[in-house]
């Protein structure tokens, strides 16, 4: 079953602006996690949030949660080319093992 | 991630027959997990093993089946392939409950 949903699905931006990325869910989570997936490679990890945090930063990107609204963003400074990706949001509901991946959300970033 | 190697990368194979797809890490990790992913629908988990005893069914485990030979090893069988298994097939591992997952670079698997 899927659980979160990025938004917007597509995102075309141009080197150095800034690309921010929402993801909902549904049900009460342990953590949300954020994956970048290049063309024809496996996902990478690159942020994972607990459910009692509501902000992170790794260099560029900063991940923030709201647990109230049920959603995450991820928001990516200073864009490159390099980043131009699909990225995914994942949720692990409470006990569960299962980490549930979203659809996707691809980023295009023009040079 | 070349800490988790996925073994072929690409295969073409035919309705019916028996294919094996393996995964091997060198992470040292106890959790391992299969997932398939189809355009438009992310990834979904298709079984995962804790350890070597310890297997579990994912949200799509139907005509599949796995075997964790050892810690390092967790290899996923179709074993009559239907073309609607076509599809990016990844390995993860995981070094814990709250631990971030290590993909492999995928298999691409198609069924004629």
């Known amino acids: 079953s899927q659980q979160g949903e990025e938004d917007p699905q597509a995102l075309s931006i141009q080197e150095g602006e800034n690309a921010t990325m929402n993801c909902s869910y549904k049900?009460?989570?342990?953590?949300l996690q954020w994956y970048r997936q290049n063309s024809g490679r496996g996902l990478v990890h690159l942020i994972l949030?607990?459910?009692?945090?509501r902000e992170k930063h790794s260099g560029r990107l900063r991940v923030t949660l709201d647990t109230s609204k049920k959603s995450s963003s991820l928001l990516i400074t200073a864009s490159r080319a390099a980043d131009t990706a699909s990225y995914f949001c994942a949720t692990r509901e409470g006990g569960s093992e299962k980490l549930v991946f979203g659809k996707g959300m691809k980023l295009t970033v023009n040079p | 991630d070349a800490d988790v190697t996925q073994t072929p990368r690409n295969r073409i194979t035919k309705t019916g027959k028996r294919i094996m797809l393996e995964c091997s890490q060198t992470k040292g990790h106890d959790r391992m997990y299969w997932y398939r992913q189809d355009p438009g629908l992310g990834l979904r988990l298709i079984y995962y093993s804790f350890d070597v005893k310890d297997i579990n069914k994912g949200e799509i485990s139907d005509g599949y089946s796995v075997s964790r030979q050892a810690q390092a090893k967790f290899s996923l069988s179709l074993e009559s392939a239907i073309p609607n298994q076509t599809a990016l097939y990844f390995c993860?591992?995981?070094?814990?409950?709250?631990?971030?997952?290590?993909f492999g670079d995928g298999t691409r698997l198609s069924i004629l």
């Open positions: 949030i607990r459910s009692n945090e």
């Open positions: 993860a591992t995981s070094a814990g409950f709250n631990q971030p997952q290590h």
């Open positions: 049900t009460s989570i342990n953590n």
